[in-house]
């Protein structure tokens, strides 16, 4: 089961359920202060005093349903096998909470384009028919704009269009998706489609750039 949740949703409820055994999958140096083992793919450890686990996100040393609850903030972006990762998520947790950049913010933001494991590698979104996570690769078709102290300003009045959240429990639907993308304007034009699954991206559609006053 997965649904659309929120990270206010997630923090209540783990605070509902204080005897769970939380893991912040993927903490950086910042993690959830409700969580009681953290572990990254870098080694993080000194900026906690409890539990730290240096580990790659979809490969970890833990055991089979160890912890009641894992987050994963912003790693499926990144990992390099989302199904190899999904399937470690079910095999570690018996329910958690994953949060991903809306594909628009993760062009947007400077530094996604990096080289893994710090770049994006997927656009990450939930299919509300389906109930899916969607996996599709990560094309830079908008010019990165938003530094790091942007996001933060606009965070609070746009979160709903820069992050998307979703809440599972035993298992996690998900889909791997070529880079096909459709848009039907609802009137008399018909639907476009753009496929870039096996070509660059077409010079009408590439590095939209916002413009400057």
Not at 86 to 102: C, K, N, P
Not at 134 to 157: C, G, H, M, N, Y
């Amino acid at each position: 089961m997965i649904k659309r949740c929120t990270r206010e949703y997630t923090i209540n409820l783990i605070s509902k359920n204080k005897k769970w055994n939380v893991l912040d999958l993927g903490a950086g140096s910042d993690g959830w202060i409700c969580a009681d083992v953290y572990a990254d793919i870098e080694d993080c450890s000194s900026s906690y005093t409890k539990r730290f686990v240096q580990t790659s996100a979809d490969d970890t040393p833990f055991n089979d349903k160890e912890f009641d609850f894992v987050t994963t903030t912003h790693i499926a972006e990144h990992v390099p096998d989302p199904a190899k990762f999904i399937m470690e998520l079910q095999r570690i947790a018996h329910r958690g909470y994953i949060e991903v950049t809306t594909p628009f913010f993760c062009n947007a933001a400077v530094g996604n384009s990096n080289p893994p494991p710090h770049g994006h590698v997927w656009w990450v979104t939930f299919d509300d028919d389906s109930q899916n996570l969607v996996f599709k690769p990560r094309l830079a078709v908008v010019e990165e704009f938003l530094l790091p102290q942007d996001t933060t300003f606009l965070i609070p009045f746009f979160r709903d269009s820069m992050v998307t959240g979703v809440y599972w429990e035993k298992t996690i639907e998900f889909e791997l998706k070529k880079a096909i993308f459709t848009y039907t304007a609802g009137n008399s034009d018909p639907e476009k489609v753009f496929d870039l699954s096996d070509k660059e991206i077409p010079q009408n559609v590439k590095k939209w750039s916002p413009r400057r006053f």
